[in-house]
Each structure stands twice: as C-alpha cells, then as structure tokens.
C-alpha cells in the first residue's frame, strides 16, 4: 500500500531559526515528489517538485532533497519568518497505469518571536 | 491570472440534509479534482475530471456523494444526505493536464460542519 509518512507532526520554532521537516514514503513505481505549504484556510501551494534524478532543489529560502534509495525526503527551511508558520505536506506521485498522488498528513510549523 | 475559485467558503447543516459545492477552475485548465481534507490529514482525491469526463472516481462515496462538470469548466460537488463524517474541508484542485508532472492549483476550500 502506498504511503507517505511525515515528521514531527508539529515543531515551534523561534523567528530566525532554521528547522528540517521529514517525510518517508513507500510508493512505488515512484515519480515525483512535492512539497506544498498550506496556510490556515487556505489550499495547499506547491513550494518544490522533484523526480527521480534530482537531489535537491531550492525555492529561497525552502529547500528540498530527495534520497530516492532510501526513499525520504526532507524540506530544510531557513532563517524562518513568522509568515512560514503553515502546514507542510509530503505528496509523492506514482507512475504508470494507475498515476496517483498520495498525500502525508503534514508536519504543523508555528514560527514564534 | 485568476485562482481557483470556490463557495461558499463555510458550510454548517444538520445530518441527514443536503449540501453542495461549486468550484470554479483557473481558465484553460481540463482537469478539475475535488479533494476532501478531514482535520488533521492530508487531503483524499474523491474525483477527478479530464474537461467534462470522469477519470478517476473510486474513492467517491457514491451512495451520497456526486458530482458534475458538464460543460468542461465549473464543477459542483453534492452530498446527499450528509453524515457526521462528512465534516471536512473539500477542496477544489485544477491542473492543465493530466500528467502527475503539471502541478495542481489548490482553492480555499469549503469548510464543512455537520452537526
């Protein structure tokens, strides 16, 4: 069964700081790989999308990388602002006939002063 | 250019009513998913449209949900009659094609209570 596992399910951090969240996924034959930011009440945004060949790929200040063999992912924010307090979801996309994505139930962030 | 539009953005009914909702896709855009994301999770695809066709419904509860896109552009999503859970937020998704690389535009979502 396809899976995509997220940690911590939530993590406060204070203003400035950086912080890494984790995800760990069991889909296969795999495709790709996004990270999407989701502000309270609002729908998800994609930040990055990464394939199999690619390590890591950045978007400012979020960065992503993907251990395709080990199959995890991490989403390295940096110099964080309180407006980065949001959810962020791990969605992993299969390939082939049956092309689906598969959701992590995020990881809360709260950026504090 | 335009996002994906959605409404109402807040919904509370009784079980057992009826509900529905309507998305309004970014212009151009074939494919339209609706997505029901429960507190705490991520969101579960429940349709999936490729202009007005259905490609993808296996997760839709089709004793009471249902759901229509028939000139290829804006989408309503019905429940009939709601359950307690039912609660969620339904999100509306739109993507320019259908491969897993085009990258789905996400609406606000319509925040569901049922009380």
């Known amino acids: 069964k396809n899976q995509v596992e997220q940690s911590p399910q939530s993590l406060i951090i204070l203003e400035g700081k950086n912080c890494t969240l984790q995800?760990?996924?069991?889909?296969?034959?795999?495709?790709?790989l996004r990270w999407y930011k989701q502000d309270t009440g609002r729908g998800p945004v994609s930040l990055t999308i990464?394939?199999?060949?690619?390590n890591t790929k950045s978007n400012g200040r979020y960065t992503a990388t993907l251990d395709a063999d080990t199959k995890q992912s991490s989403l390295h924010i940096t110099a964080s602002q309180l407006s980065d307090s949001a959810s962020y979801i791990c969605?992993?996309?299969?390939?082939?006939?049956?092309?689906?994505?598969?959701f992590g139930t995020g990881t809360r962030l709260q950026v504090t002063l | 250019e335009a996002g994906v539009a959605q409404s109402p953005r807040y919904k509370i009914i009784e079980k057992r009513q009826s509900v529905a909702f309507w998305c309004n896709p970014i212009?151009?855009?074939?494919?339209l998913y609706w997505y029901q994301q429960i507190l705490g999770q991520g969101p579960k695809l429940l349709i999936q449209?490729?202009?007005?066709?259905?490609?993808?419904d296996s997760q839709l509860p089709k004793d009471r949900f249902s759901a229509e896109r028939l000139k290829g552009v804006d989408s309503t999503l019905k429940i009939q009659p709601a359950k307690l859970e039912d609660s969620a937020v339904y999100l509306c998704?739109?993507?320019?094609?259908?491969?897993?690389?085009?990258?789905?535009?996400f609406g606000p979502g319509t925040r569901l209570t049922v009380l």
């Open positions: 212009s151009g855009h074939a494919t």
């Open positions: 995800c760990n996924y069991t889909v296969s034959p795999f495709s790709n």
């Open positions: 449209f490729q202009n007005n066709g259905v490609v993808d």
């Open positions: 998704a739109s993507s320019s094609g259908t491969s897993n690389y085009n990258e789905q535009f």
């Open positions: 969605v992993v996309s299969s390939t082939g006939t049956a092309s689906k994505l598969t």
């Open positions: 990464m394939t199999f060949s690619e």
